[in-house]
């Protein structure tokens, strides 16, 4: 029975009007992590197809385990900064036309186990996201979203995020970038790039990138500072090898690097890596020919190290081979800087274009090394047989040679004779 005022329906225009703000933004939100979801799972699923062109060994994950709801980038369950909140009816959303692409069998059960004891932790990282990231690139086949100090690039298009315009303040705050689903050899010429952009950058995780070789890994001393590295055995070969933590280890000594994999480096690692790996990079900056060293080193090392080789170390005395081995004053080593890694070209229109280039450059190294065996093997098996008939073909000569000299007379006059025609 209370008179309804202008002023209550004023204020019930405005609380309308919050209710409906509030619903279009839970909407909007809902849109917005459904595309990030469908962004992610494409990202993975062209990654299968690299990855099977590739012929990567097999992991505990699929297409479908690049879900947000499975993936370490997204559960707090997993580990390494790639950590997100999720909505719980997320899941159970399936956009138009995706239902085809589910496994069948018994992959999707397995692929709804969240664990991954594989998996390297990091308890900084673990945390659930902060609730305030930022897309920074998003479509139907890559993701680059910012969450607080941490910068998550999914799918090879996400790089170009690096190129985009960034604040002093915002590039200031990133310390942790994760790249996933993305190969090592495209992510190696953004390096530099990062190294300007992000001068606070501390730790760098790598999630099925293709790092395979140990040459590789010696591309990070391209950034300015590095404290923490995590490379996921997920989709990364190089981890299955026995010496590739001694050899980050000596690689990038300069950084001074404190964990690799949530595992803290010590000093006995330091030491071991350097039995390991000193001796053959001692060798390698003795015997590298110096225009070869000069070729090999960047522009600012070029000038330091003619300067060392030429100018004032040899006015003190100092000969080529100990200046090499002054770590102090060619920064982080020369030993250690032979180990390199040029950048691949990366300006193929597609990862499958790359693919076939370096199957084709790969199958071309593998002739050539066949037939360099071939060679040694049949230069060995011609040795072998010289050395059964050498014996024998030695008592013939000798034979012959006393049978055509028996008569001296007549050897005298063959000699001349044949002097004489050759003349």
């Known amino acids: 029975m209370k008179r309804i005022t202008d002023e209550d329906r004023r204020m019930a225009g405005v609380l309308t009007r919050?209710?409906?703000?509030?619903?279009?933004?839970?909407?909007?939100?809902t849109i917005h992590k459904e595309k990030r979801r469908l962004a992610i799972r494409n990202a993975a699923q062209q990654w299968e197809g690299v990855k099977a062109?590739?012929?990567?060994?097999?992991?505990?994950?699929?297409?479908?385990?690049?879900?947000?709801?499975?993936?370490?980038?997204?559960?707090?369950?997993?580990?390494?900064?790639?950590?997100?909140?999720?909505?719980?009816?997320?899941?159970?959303?399936?956009?138009?036309?995706?239902?085809?692409?589910?496994?069948?069998?018994?992959?999707?059960?397995?692929?709804r186990t969240n664990s991954r004891p594989n998996s390297p932790r990091d308890p900084k990282l673990v945390e659930t996201g902060s609730g305030n990231v930022q897309s920074l690139s998003l479509s139907d086949s890559h993701l680059a979203e910012l969450d607080g100090d941490t910068l998550r690039l999914f799918g090879l298009g996400a790089l170009e995020a690096l190129?985009?315009?960034?604040?002093?303040?915002?590039?200031?705050?990133?310390?942790?970038?994760?790249?996933?689903?993305i190969n090592f050899d495209a992510i190696v010429p953004t390096l530099p790039r990062i190294r300007v952009k992000f001068p606070n950058l501390s730790h760098l995780i790598f999630l099925e990138t293709n790092i395979s070789r140990l040459p590789q890994l010696a591309a990070l001393a391209q950034v300015r500072r590095l404290d923490q590295l995590t490379i996921h055995p997920e989709g990364n070969p190089v981890v299955s090898l026995t010496l590739w933590r001694s050899f980050i280890?000596?690689?990038?000594?300069?950084?001074?690097?404190?964990?690799?994999?949530?595992?803290?480096?010590?000093m006995n690692d330091v030491i071991a890596a350097e039995r390991v790996f000193g001796t053959l990079g001692h060798i390698a900056a003795t015997?590298?020919?110096?225009?070869?060293?000069?070729?090999?080193?960047?522009?600012?090392?070029?000038?330091?190290?003619?300067?060392?080789?030429?100018?004032?170390?040899?006015?003190?005395?100092?000969?080529?081979?100990?200046l090499r081995d002054n770590g102090k004053l060619l920064?982080?080593?020369?030993?250690?800087?032979?180990?390199?890694?040029?950048?691949r070209d990366c300006n193929a229109e597609s990862p499958e274009e790359g693919t076939v280039e370096s199957s084709e450059r790969a199958a071309v190294i593998e002739q050539y090394l066949q037939?360099?065996?071939?060679?040694?093997?049949?230069?060995?098996?011609?040795?072998?047989?010289?050395?059964?008939?050498?014996?024998?073909?030695?008592?013939?000569?000798?034979?012959?040679?006393?049978?055509?000299?028996?008569?001296?007379?007549?050897?005298?006059?063959?000699?001349?004779?044949?002097?004489?025609e050759t003349k």
């Open 287 to 322: 015997e590298t020919p110096r225009c070869r060293l000069l070729l090999l080193l960047e522009e600012s090392r070029k000038r330091q190290l003619q300067f060392l080789l030429e100018g004032r170390g040899r006015r003190a005395g100092l000969s080529p081979e100990e």
């Open 331 to 343: 920064g982080e080593g020369l030993s250690r800087a032979l180990f390199n890694y040029p950048s």
């Open 18 to 29: 919050k209710e409906e703000e509030k619903k279009k933004e839970s909407h909007k939100q």
């Open 53 to 111: 062109c590739l012929e990567l060994p097999p992991t505990n994950g699929s297409k479908e385990d690049a879900s947000p709801e499975n993936s370490p980038a997204h559960s707090p369950a997993q580990t390494n900064g790639l950590a997100q909140e999720t909505s719980p009816e997320e899941p159970r959303r399936i956009s138009p036309g995706s239902g085809p692409e589910r496994p069948s069998g018994g992959t999707e059960n397995r692929l």
């Open 163 to 181: 190129e985009r315009g960034w604040g002093v303040q915002t590039a200031g705050a990133v310390t942790v970038i994760a790249f996933r689903f």
């Open 371 to 420: 037939e360099l065996v071939k060679r040694a093997s049949d230069t060995n098996l011609k040795g072998e047989a010289l050395h059964k008939l050498w014996p024998s073909m030695f008592a013939e000569m000798v034979r012959d040679c006393v049978l055509e000299m028996r008569d001296r007379r007549a050897f005298r006059q063959a000699s001349l004779g044949k002097l004489t």
């Open 249 to 266: 280890i000596y690689r990038l000594y300069h950084f001074n690097l404190q964990k690799i994999n949530g595992q803290e480096v010590t």
